[in-house]
């Protein structure tokens, strides 16, 4: 069977290159937002948002804008980054992405510590530098080099601001000076320049992250201003006629790249809708064409909205590694789609007879500091999580599961538990902000390992246990009450694997067997 699939694969890669056309948003599902992209030679990297997570900021590769595989993180090591006390409005907003003469470089803003750094590589697939930091301050920070000068462009006050940096050492070589406001939406940021056709243009995002959201654009003959805006602004919302019946609503926050065969295209944040017009998954990464003839205005996908399915030209296809839909632990190490919360505590984690084992700490999913939790982003409404999982050497009340989690004041988890009377239980328990619900306990005829279930689709999460190879359902839940509308935030839900214990000297540690995580 395992010959069959590479075939498959394989014959798939060759029909998508000759005859490709056409592909499906978003590009990068799930918790990805804040898209930045830059092209080297045949090769284009992306890098999105990760704020209270660790590792953070994820960079993906592609061959075709389409088609994106994860091949680190910039940021994944503690003296590039700290997260003590981000939550999911804090940590690591907005990187930009740029290749200039054989160095690529990354631009972001921790705003939970000292504001913006960048970091820099000759390897992206490599190790990145530690931050080098930067005087002006602001959100979204972005890089454009030309003649040998490297410029910044951030939004302190909320105003679009330009200097001189010298990206090596960090020092800012030129006064801050004020550039462009945007044309009156709220929250004028993630601005980024590009040059063409003799002009100087200046993207940016307003109207907020949410249904308001756009993407408008300026010009200039000088890199200073003035800058006029493009009378057709904006170039990309769904706050209009055309969009408003869209399952896709937030487009915003964009950068555009010029395509090897001269299209043009552009990447952006947006999230599909659910019932209410609530989202869960977070904030994904779209992808549009862009008409951009010379000497005039881009025009993004004929009418600056897009679609799920999008009908139109594209580069040759190179489709990337299908997903797993089961993670074993036997190579001992995660792949680095796996997070933490804020700076993991490293002797907590290891692998033992290839399973991941977790410590149990005092610290719980609801403190607002690092427990002992690993997560993958949930991408999909409609997804199957199981994982097997055994706790031992554990005192009473020490728990370990799985997480729905979306912040730490809202989360619903589905764990073993440690009872008085030596035995163990299954338990369900929801968190809504201030308010705590244990929905059922089951008692677990011995403490052998026991498979827990968490199911979902667009409304409902629903939550059970196997054993002895019978399913038994404990409960659901409904999608909405995770949702960035209701909890807050800037994340998406994570489905997690944690351990906690109920005193600081307890022992206890968890055995997780495999996660698996099957989509449609």
Known sequence: MRNKNILTFALLALFSQAFGQGYKNPVIPGFHPDPSVCKAGDDYY???????????????????????????????????????GANAWGGIYAPTIRYHEGTFYMITTNVSG???????????????????????????????????????????????????????????????????????GRYPEGPHIYKKDGWYYLLISEGGTETGHSVTIARSAFIEGPYTPN?????????????????????????????????????????????????TLGRETYLAPVRWDKGAWPVVNGNGTIAINMDVPTLPLTPSKPQPDTFEFEEEKLSPEWVYLQNP??????????????SATNTTLSDGKSPTFVALRQDQFDMDASTKVALRQ?????EAGITAFMDFTSHYDLFVRQEANGKQSVVLRYQLGEL????????????????????????????????????????????????????????????????????????????????????P
């Open 114 to 184: 000292k504001g913006n750094f960048l970091v820099h590589t000759t390897d992206p697939r490599g190790g990145w530098s530690d931050p080098v930091w930067l005087k002006q301050g602001g959100i979204d920070p972005s890089l454009y080099f030309e003649n040998g000068k490297c410029y910044m462009v951030s939004n302190p006050d909320n105003y679009i601001t330009l200097c001189e940096i010298d990206p090596m050492s960090g020092e800012q070589l030129s006064p801050s000076r004020k550039i462009w406001g945007g044309t009156g």
């Open 46 to 84: 992306l890098v999105n948002s990760s704020f209270q997570y660790f590792p953070g900021v994820p960079l993906f590769h592609s061959k075709d804008l389409v088609h994106w595989e994860q091949i680190g993180n910039c940021l994944d090591r503690p003296s590039q980054v700290d997260l003590a």
């Open 345 to 358: 505590i490293p002797e907590n984690y290891a692998f033992e007879n290839g399973k991941l084992r977790l």
């Open 436 to 519: 705590k619900h244990i929905e059922k306990e089951v008692a677990l005829p011995d403490t052998s390992p026991v498979i827990l279930n968490l199911k979902a689709d667009i409304n409902v999460y629903r939550f059970g246990y196997t054993v002895d190879g019978k399913y038994h359902e404990l409960g659901k839940m409904n999608t909405r009450y995770l949702s960035s509308e209701t909890a807050g935030g800037f994340t998406g839900v994570m489905l997690g694997l944690y351990a906690v214990s109920a005193s600081p000297e307890s022992k206890a540690f968890a055995d997780f067997d495999y996660f698996k995580y099957q989509r």
């Open 231 to 279: 009378p057709a602004n904006p170039i990309l919302t769904h706050a209009c006629v055309a969009g408003q019946a869209s399952p896709i609503q937030g487009t915003g926050h964009a950068d555009l790249v010029e395509g090897t065969d001269g299209s043009w295209w552009m990447v952006c944040l947006a999230y599909r809708i659910m019932p209410g017009t609530h989202h």
């Open 394 to 398: 554990a005192q009473t009340g020490d």
